[in-house]
Structure formats: structure tokens, C-alpha cells
């Protein structure tokens, strides 16, 4: 009997050695995505701010600024879905329970993060903020996550559900590149009703007559032409101290309409390397791998980066 019972324990040990990255290994662990998706909704959350502060610096940009807000709370409600989805996989990874049971509580978060971004289950009854299709899409989805055997099949079946929800997450930024753009003609606007376009035409006038003047060589300058050329110049000098202000603050502008562009961009594309990263945890609880999320931490330190340089040129 005893020798039985050891022939078996021999085999189990073997069976595991063997297959150990299949089932007998410890499933990885998963707080680097929690902890990266934090720092990224985080840097996207403050990034945000700046915007925001900037724009309704300026009261002639005050509906701009609440096109904007709205928006970015919309970015923001995703980012803490995000950050919660995170947080719960690695409860749910680290539990003891039963890999059904796993499953379902995935299926659950799943439904919580859709949510957050504005996906409402058309079988609630209620209005849903994306076409039905997509709706019923990923529902459907989440059911077969829920009904999953493991949690490795349930991450697989999820994956899809994390793409389209990282697609709709950002589907308004052609709409915010466009406010951009029309944030940038309203300051040139303002700076024109400040008295841009008028310095501008002034020394435009004042340069013309100064080269048809010059051109003529000193030497050949009648007396009152000498005279004329002095008053030009007298009258210039401060035109062009002005026009300098002017077009060092029009520069700013420039450069906050950039970084904000470009701030749109990272977050679309930071989004999208948060779903790799949803991809990179599910093939580590797959094949028992370290989880990479190498790419989702530059992504939020782009993001911040380019949030301190919009504050900083609010400060210009």
C-alpha cells in the first residue's frame, strides 16, 4: 500500500514538472497592471486639469472650456473604471476560489468598466450612449465571459470587450482636435481686438515707406527725407516692442494648441496600450509570465509630461 501511494505521489510529481506551465505553477502576479493603470488614469485625470485651468483662464473661452470639461469627466469616469477593473482582476487572481467562480466575478468587473464608459446594457431598458450594436456586442460578450471554465479563457473572451471599450473611450478626439482649432482662432482673435492687427498694419506701413527711404541710400536723402526717416524710426520703436508681445503671446498659443494636440493623441494612444496591457496580463496567466506593461507606464509618463508643459505655458 505504501508503495502504491509513493508510485503515485511520484507520478503527480512528475505530471507537474511537466506541465507546469499549463497548471501546477502559482498564476502571476497582476498588481503592475493595477498599479500602471493607476499612474496612467492619474496623469490623464491631471493632464486634463491644465487644459481645463488654461482655457477658462480666458473668459472669452468660457463655453470652450466647458465643451472641453465635459468631455475630459467623460475620459476621467472611464480612467476610474479602469483603475477599479485593475484593482479587482488582481483580487480576483490572488483569490482562492474556484476558477468558475473566477470567471464570474470577472464577467461582473467587465460589466462595471463598460459601464464607466458609457455602455449601458440594452436589457436594462435604459438609453444607450453607443449604437446597439456595439452595446449588445459586448454584453453578449461579457456573458461568455461569465460562463467561462477558467480564468484564462474568461481574460481571452474579455479581450475583445477591452478593445472596443478602449476604442469608444477616445472616440470623440476628432471632436477635440476640432476645438482645439477653434480655440486657437478665437486667441488670434483676441489678440487682433487687443490691438495686434492694428500695431501689425501700422508697422507694415511705417517698414514700407522706411525700405522705399533706405533703398534711395542716405547719401542721396533729401534734408526733410532724412527728417522723414527719423520720425519713422521714432514712431516704430514702440509699434515694434508692442508687435513683439503680441507675437511672443500668439507663440505661446501656438505651442499650448500643440502640446494639447499632442495631449490628445497620447491619451488615445495610451488607451490602446492599456488594452495590450488587459492582452499581456491574459497571456501571462496563460502561459504563467511575468506581466509587461513596460509600454502603459511611458504612456503615462508622456501624458504627464505634456501636461506640466501645458501649465508651464500657462504661466507665459
Not at 45 to 51: I, T
Not at 74 to 90: H, P, T
Not at 110 to 118: N, P
Not at 151 to 162: D, G, I, N, W
Request: net charge neutral.
Amino acid at each position: 500500500m505504501r508503495k502504491r501511494l509513493w508510485s503515485c505521489l511520484s507520478l503527480l510529481a512528475v505530471l507537474c514538472l511537466t506541465l507546469a506551465p499549463i497548471g501546477c505553477t502559482a498564476l502571476p502576479d497582476v498588481t503592475p497592471f493595477a498599479t500602471s493603470s493607476r499612474e496612467f488614469a492619474s496623469a490623464v485625470k491631471v493632464a486634463g486639469k491644465q487644459v481645463r485651468e488654461d482655457l477658462q483662464s480666458e473668459p472669452s473661452l468660457a463655453q470652450h472650456a466647458s465643451t472641453f470639461a465635459t468631455s475630459w469627466d467623460e475620459r476621467n469616469r472611464a480612467m476610474n473604471g479602469m483603475i477599479q477593473y485593475s484593482e479587482s482582476l488582481v483580487a480576483i487572481v490572488q483569490a482562492t476560489k474556484d476558477a468558475r467562480t473566477q470567471a464570474k466575478a470577472l464577467g461582473d468587473k467587465l460589466e462595471v468598466l463598460a459601464g464607466a464608459a458609457g455602455i449601458v446594457n440594452p436589457a436594462a431598458g435604459a438609453g444607450v450612449a453607443v449604437g446597439i450594436d456595439v452595446a449588445s456586442f459586448v454584453y453578449g460578450q461579457i456573458a461568455l465571459v461569465r460562463g467561462a471554465a477558467s480564468l484564462e479563457e474568461a481574460m481571452t473572451r474579455a479581450q475583445p470587450v477591452v478593445d472596443k471599450i478602449a476604442e469608444i473611450i477616445t472616440q470623440d478626439a476628432p471632436n477635440l482636435r476640432m476645438l482645439v482649432g477653434a480655440v486657437r482662432i478665437k486667441r488670434e482673435q483676441n489678440l487682433n481686438s487687443d490691438g495686434w492687427e492694428e500695431v501689425s498694419s501700422f508697422l507694415a506701413g511705417v517698414n514700407t515707406r522706411r525700405t522705399e527711404l533706405r533703398n534711395k541710400g542716405l547719401q542721396a536723402l533729401s534734408p526733410a527725407e532724412r527728417s522723414e526717416l527719423a520720425e519713422l524710426d521714432r514712431l516704430a520703436a514702440p509699434a515694434e516692442r508692442a508687435n513683439e508681445k503680441f507675437e511672443a503671446l500668439d507663440q505661446a498659443n501656438q505651442e499650448k494648441a500643440r502640446a494639447t494636440l499632442e495631449l490628445i493623441e497620447a491619451v488615445r494612444s495610451g488607451v490602446a496600450k492599456w488594452s495590450a496591457a488587459h492582452r499581456s496580463v491574459a497571456d501571462a496567466l496563460r502561459e504563467r509570465q511575468p506581466v509587461s506593461v513596460e509600454s502603459l507606464i511611458d504612456a503615462a509618463v508622456e501624458i504627464r509630461d505634456l501636461g506640466n508643459r501645458i501649465k508651464e505655458l500657462r504661466r507665459k
